[in-house]
């Protein structure tokens, strides 16, 4: 079983960066594919990015260019750094995992960027 939290949201207004941390229980944490998801009112929850446990990276391609993930095996967490951000990127963001068959979510953290 796997606890996920993230933190790291706020308010910033467009042009701005934010860093985002998911702190993940557990001893199985390298050998899990870390996703990132976000959620904007009123439509689907999107992927946003991934990590795989050699350190490989996916992106959608919405946030390609802007955005970077990356994973400290050490600490147990997995990072989302958003650079000129968008209004549009505006939502909940949620770490993810899957580990023996069960999806893993952490509770979000709002991420909002004025204009």
């Known amino acids: 079983q796997v606890q996920l939290v993230e933190s790291g949201g706020g308010l910033v207004q467009a042009w701005g960066s934010l860093r985002l941390s998911c702190a993940a229980s557990g001893s199985n944490f390298s050998k899990n594919v870390m996703r990132w998801y976000r959620r904007a009112p009123g439509k689907q929850r999107e992927l946003v990015a991934f990590?795989?446990?050699?350190?490989?990276?996916s992106y959608a391609d919405s946030v390609k260019g802007r955005f970077t993930i990356s994973r400290d095996n050490a600490k147990n967490t997995v990072y989302l750094q958003m650079n000129s951000l968008k209004p549009e990127d505006t939502g909940v963001y949620y770490c993810n995992t899957v580990q023996d068959y069960r999806n893993y979510w952490g509770q979000g953290t709002q991420v909002t960027v004025s204009s």
């Open positions: 990590i795989g446990s050699g350190g490989s990276a």
